[in-house]
């Protein structure tokens, strides 16, 4: 019912700022929350951030608080990760993801992923 596609990864100096995007379609697209999860090389997949149906609620991991923003345009059927102030240790690869429920994260739908390195 879901389908996902990530876009806007690649290289970028620590301090940096890039914008990824998640282009969604199906039928029920519009009723589900919309979340972002990174995995690095040798480490489990951890949470970054998620945003309900709405966009009136999202939540955050504590590590990219103040820098990362979720943002969603259901007109598009699109989510966005704004990130700024970019580290060394943010780089990994993003996964954009869509579920039921906004807490716990959303997990049903997975896209396959984009790159993101941070070089110091």
């Known amino acids: 019912q879901v389908q996902l596609v990530e876009s806007g990864g690649g290289l970028v100096l620590a301090g940096g700022s890039l914008s990824l995007s998640c282009a969604a379609s199906?039928?029920?697209?519009?009723?589900?929350?919309m979340g972002w999860f990174r995995q690095a090389p040798g480490k489990e997949r951890e949470f970054v951030g998620a945003?309900?149906?709405?966009?009136?609620?999202?939540h955050y991991a504590d590590s990219v608080k103040g820098r990362f923003t979720i943002s969603r345009d259901n007109a598009k059927n699109t989510v966005y990760l704004q990130m700024n102030s970019l580290r060394p240790e943010d780089t990994a690869v993003y996964y954009c993801?869509?579920?039921?429920?906004?807490?716990?994260?959303?997990?049903?739908?997975w896209g396959q992923g984009t790159q993101v390195t941070v070089s110091s």
């Open positions: 993801a869509a579920g039921t429920k906004i807490a716990p994260p959303p997990d049903d739908y």
């Open positions: 199906g039928r029920t697209v519009r009723n589900y929350a």
């Open positions: 945003i309900s149906w709405s966009g009136d609620i999202t």
